[in-house]
C-alpha cells in the first residue's frame, strides 16, 4: 500500500480541528516533503522522524516521500506531527499491518531514539477526539489529563516501537484509567484572616454572585490575604466547568497538572506584565492570564503599578468573558470567564490617612497615583472596600475568625438560589433579566435613586447595584430586595475614586 491516511489534530485557540496526515509514497529519487502549510516545527519533522524510524528497528523507505497536512488552509504548528507522520509512512510502505487505523488519532513529538515526548493541548485535543468517536494514542507525560475526557479511549504510549506492536496486533496495549479525585482541593484557609470584617463580608458577597472587587488599604493590613482566599469560598467546580478550565491550563506552557483537576484557578501576575501575557497573543496565539483564570480568580495586586495601557485591555473581557485574538495569519477566540480581584495603596507611599503621620505625600502626588486608573475601568470593577490597618487589640487576638468551609456552605447555598431563579450568577444578570430578578421594593428604589444624584454614579454603576445588593439579599434568605439591602450594595459600590 504506497498511501495511508493517519488521523491527528492540529490546534486553533481553544479548538482542535481534525487534520488528515496523508503519507504517499512513490518510486523516484529519495525524498522528503511536507505540504499543508507547516510552520519551521513541522518542517523540521523530517529529521526526527527518520532518525527515530531507522532506531526503532524499522526501514526507511528510500523512496519519494510526500506528506499532506490537511487541509491545507489550516496552519500546523509543533511537534505534535511525528507521531502520525511517522506511523503514516510505516503504513504506506507496509512495514505495519493495520485495518483498524481510522479508528485511532496520534499525536506526539518524537525524539531521534524513537521516544515520545509530551505535547501541549491534549485535554483540548481529547475533547474532540472524543465527538469524534475514536481512541487517543498520546505520549505517557501527556495522556493522563486526555484521560480526564476520553474514558478508556486513551492509549498513554513511551515509544514509537510501541505504538506499532499495538497497531500490529503483538503487544496490545491497553487504555489507561484516570482516577479522578473528587475530594475538595485544598485551599488557604479564611480563618487565617484577622480582623477585617467588613472586607471578609465583601469577599463572601463577591463569590456568591460572582463579582469583581477592588480591596484599598495600607501595606500589610491583608489584602493579598483576602485575595488568595477567594478560591476556597467559591462553589465547587462542576465536570463542564472543571473540563473548561482544564483545557485552557493544557494550552499554557506549562501545560495542565492533574492534582488541579476541579481546583479553581490563581492567577496573580506580576505588575510588569504586558498585555500579550495579560491576555494572551502572539504569533501562534496563546491564552494569556486571563484564560488561564478561567472559571477561577485574577488577582492584581499594586493596581496602579501596572501600565495603563495594559489595564486598559480588560475592558472589554470583563464584560464579554471571552477574548478575541486576531494576528495577520491566524484568529483565536480564547474563554476569559474569570472574577477580578485588584488591591491597591491609598497613595504612593501607602500610609494615607493613618495616625502615625506617616504620609507626606501631596494632593497631586496622591491624584496622580489614583490617575493611573481610567474610571471606565474603574466602573467595570463591581465594589470598591477599604481594608484599613489593624490595631494591636486585633492582631493579638487569639480568637479566630470563621472558617473557609462554613463561608463556602453559605455561598454555595446562595449560588444555588441564583441558579434555580434565573440560570446564572447575579452578576451576569443583564438587561430584562435585571430587571425582573433584581425587583426592588419601593423604598429601596427612592435610595438608590437618591445616592445616584448626590453621587454622580453612571448607569453602568447603577446596574452594578442592583446586582450587588440581589446578592446581598440571596445571602439573607430574603426574596425581594429591601432597603437595607439597597444601602449595603451602595457602601460596597462607593469610593473615593468617584464611581
Given at each position: 500500500m504506497a498511501l495511508a491516511v493517519v488521523a491527528s489534530r492540529a490546534l486553533a485557540g481553544l479548538h482542535a480541528p481534525e487534520v488528515a496526515v496523508e503519507v504517499h509514497l512513490a518510486n523516484g529519487l529519495p525524498q522528503f516533503t511536507i505540504v499543508g502549510l507547516p510552520d519551521t516545527e513541522v518542517k523540521e519533522s523530517r529529521d526526527r522522524v527518520r532518525a527515530a524510524i531507522l532506531n526503532s528497528g524499522f526501514e526507511f523507505p528510500a523512496r519519494r516521500i510526500t506528506v499532506n497536512l490537511a487541509p491545507a488552509d489550516l496552519p500546523k504548528d509543533s511537534g505534535r506531527f511525528d507521531l502520525p507522520i511517522a506511523i503514516g509512512i510505516l503504513v504506506a510502505a507496509g512495514q505495519i499491518q493495520c485495518p483498524h487505523l481510522a479508528d485511532y488519532e496520534f499525536a506526539g513529538e518524537l525524539a531521534l531514539s524513537g521516544q515520545l515526548r509530551a505535547v501541549r493541548g491534549a485535554l483540548a485535543m481529547a475533547c474532540q477526539t472524543r465527538r469524534a468517536g475514536r481512541a487517543f494514542m498520546l505520549p505517557r507525560d501527556c495522556a493522563q489529563e486526555a484521560a480526564l475526557v476520553l474514558a478508556d479511549q486513551v492509549y498513554a504510549v513511551d515509544s514509537l516501537l510501541q505504538v506499532c506492536a499495538h497497531l500490529n496486533g503483538t503487544q496490545p496495549c491497553s487504555p489507561i484509567v484516570v482516577n479522578q479525585n473528587d475530594t475538595r482541593p485544598v485551599y488557604p484557609d479564611l480563618a487565617d484572616v484577622k480582623g477585617q470584617a467588613a472586607a471578609r463580608y465583601a469577599l463572601e458577597i463577591a463569590a456568591a454572585g460572582g463579582h469583581s472587587l477592588l480591596l484599598v488599604g495600607p501595606p500589610g493590613t491583608g489584602k493579598s490575604m483576602l485575595a488568595s482566599r477567594l478560591p476556597g469560598i467559591l462553589p465547587a467546580m462542576n465536570e463542564e466547568e472543571a473540563l473548561e478550565a482544564a483545557s485552557v491550563q493544557s494550552l499554557g506552557t506549562r501545560g495542565f497538572l492533574l492534582e488541579q483537576w476541579r481546583q479553581r484557578p490563581f492567577r496573580a501576575p506580576h505588575h510588569t506584565a504586558s498585555a500579550v501575557a495579560l491576555v494572551g497573543g502572539g504569533s501562534d496565539p496563546r491564552p494569556g492570564e486571563i484564560s488561564l483564570a478561567h472559571h477561577g480568580v485574577l488577582f492584581l495586586d499594586e493596581l496602579p503599578e501596572f501600565d495603563r495601557k495594559v489595564l486598559e485591555v480588560l475592558r472589554e473581557p470583563l464584560e464579554s468573558k471571552v477574548i478575541h485574538i486576531s494576528r495577520a495569519s491566524r484568529q483565536?477566540?480564547?474563554?476569559?470567564?474569570?472574577?477580578?480581584?485588584?488591591?491597591?495603596?491609598?497613595?504612593?507611599?501607602?500610609?494615607?490617612?493613618?495616625?502615625?503621620?506617616?504620609?507626606?505625600c501631596t494632593p497631586e502626588q496622591i491624584a496622580r497615583y489614583v490617575g493611573k486608573l481610567s474610571g471606565p475601568l474603574l466602573d467595570r470593577i463591581d465594589m470598591h472596600v477599604p481594608v484599613p490597618a489593624l490595631g494591636a487589640d486585633e492582631l493579638t487576638s487569639a480568637v479566630a475568625g470563621e472558617g473557609s468551609e462554613l463561608v463556602r456552605l453559605r455561598v454555595q447555598q446562595a449560588r444555588d438560589v441564583q441558579l434555580q431563579r434565573q440560570g446564572c450568577s447575579n452578576a451576569r444578570l443583564s438587561g430584562l433579566a435585571l430587571e425582573q430578578y433584581a425587583a426592588a421594593d419601593p423604598a429601596a428604589?427612592?435610595?438608590?435613586?437618591?445616592?445616584?444624584?448626590?453621587?454622580?454614579?453612571?448607569?453602568?454603576?447603577?446596574?452594578?447595584?442592583?446586582?450587588?445588593?440581589?446578592?446581598?439579599?440571596?445571602l439573607q434568605g430574603s426574596v425581594k430586595l429591601e432597603r437595607h439591602h439597597m444601602l449595603q450594595a451602595i457602601q460596597l459600590r462607593r469610593s473615593g475614586f468617584g464611581v
Amino acid at each position: 500500500m504506497a498511501l495511508a491516511v493517519v488521523a491527528s489534530r492540529a490546534l486553533a485557540g481553544l479548538h482542535a480541528p481534525e487534520v488528515a496526515v496523508e503519507v504517499h509514497l512513490a518510486n523516484g529519487l529519495p525524498q522528503f516533503t511536507i505540504v499543508g502549510l507547516p510552520d519551521t516545527e513541522v518542517k523540521e519533522s523530517r529529521d526526527r522522524v527518520r532518525a527515530a524510524i531507522l532506531n526503532s528497528g524499522f526501514e526507511f523507505p528510500a523512496r519519494r516521500i510526500t506528506v499532506n497536512l490537511a487541509p491545507a488552509d489550516l496552519p500546523k504548528d509543533s511537534g505534535r506531527f511525528d507521531l502520525p507522520i511517522a506511523i503514516g509512512i510505516l503504513v504506506a510502505a507496509g512495514q505495519i499491518q493495520c485495518p483498524h487505523l481510522a479508528d485511532y488519532e496520534f499525536a506526539g513529538e518524537l525524539a531521534l531514539s524513537g521516544q515520545l515526548r509530551a505535547v501541549r493541548g491534549a485535554l483540548a485535543m481529547a475533547c474532540q477526539t472524543r465527538r469524534a468517536g475514536r481512541a487517543f494514542m498520546l505520549p505517557r507525560d501527556c495522556a493522563q489529563e486526555a484521560a480526564l475526557v476520553l474514558a478508556d479511549q486513551v492509549y498513554a504510549v513511551d515509544s514509537l516501537l510501541q505504538v506499532c506492536a499495538h497497531l500490529n496486533g503483538t503487544q496490545p496495549c491497553s487504555p489507561i484509567v484516570v482516577n479522578q479525585n473528587d475530594t475538595r482541593p485544598v485551599y488557604p484557609d479564611l480563618a487565617d484572616v484577622k480582623g477585617q470584617a467588613a472586607a471578609r463580608y465583601a469577599l463572601e458577597i463577591a463569590a456568591a454572585g460572582g463579582h469583581s472587587l477592588l480591596l484599598v488599604g495600607p501595606p500589610g493590613t491583608g489584602k493579598s490575604m483576602l485575595a488568595s482566599r477567594l478560591p476556597g469560598i467559591l462553589p465547587a467546580m462542576n465536570e463542564e466547568e472543571a473540563l473548561e478550565a482544564a483545557s485552557v491550563q493544557s494550552l499554557g506552557t506549562r501545560g495542565f497538572l492533574l492534582e488541579q483537576w476541579r481546583q479553581r484557578p490563581f492567577r496573580a501576575p506580576h505588575h510588569t506584565a504586558s498585555a500579550v501575557a495579560l491576555v494572551g497573543g502572539g504569533s501562534d496565539p496563546r491564552p494569556g492570564e486571563i484564560s488561564l483564570a478561567h472559571h477561577g480568580v485574577l488577582f492584581l495586586d499594586e493596581l496602579p503599578e501596572f501600565d495603563r495601557k495594559v489595564l486598559e485591555v480588560l475592558r472589554e473581557p470583563l464584560e464579554s468573558k471571552v477574548i478575541h485574538i486576531s494576528r495577520a495569519s491566524r484568529q483565536a477566540t480564547f474563554p476569559a470567564d474569570f472574577q477580578l480581584i485588584a488591591a491597591m495603596n491609598p497613595c504612593p507611599c501607602g500610609y494615607q490617612g493613618q495616625p502615625s503621620g506617616r504620609c507626606q505625600c501631596t494632593p497631586e502626588q496622591i491624584a496622580r497615583y489614583v490617575g493611573k486608573l481610567s474610571g471606565p475601568l474603574l466602573d467595570r470593577i463591581d465594589m470598591h472596600v477599604p481594608v484599613p490597618a489593624l490595631g494591636a487589640d486585633e492582631l493579638t487576638s487569639a480568637v479566630a475568625g470563621e472558617g473557609s468551609e462554613l463561608v463556602r456552605l453559605r455561598v454555595q447555598q446562595a449560588r444555588d438560589v441564583q441558579l434555580q431563579r434565573q440560570g446564572c450568577s447575579n452578576a451576569r444578570l443583564s438587561g430584562l433579566a435585571l430587571e425582573q430578578y433584581a425587583a426592588a421594593d419601593p423604598a429601596a428604589l427612592a435610595l438608590l435613586a437618591g445616592a445616584l444624584e448626590k453621587l454622580g454614579l453612571s448607569a453602568r454603576s447603577y446596574h452594578r447595584i442592583l446586582r450587588i445588593g440581589r446578592t446581598v439579599a440571596d445571602l439573607q434568605g430574603s426574596v425581594k430586595l429591601e432597603r437595607h439591602h439597597m444601602l449595603q450594595a451602595i457602601q460596597l459600590r462607593r469610593s473615593g475614586f468617584g464611581v
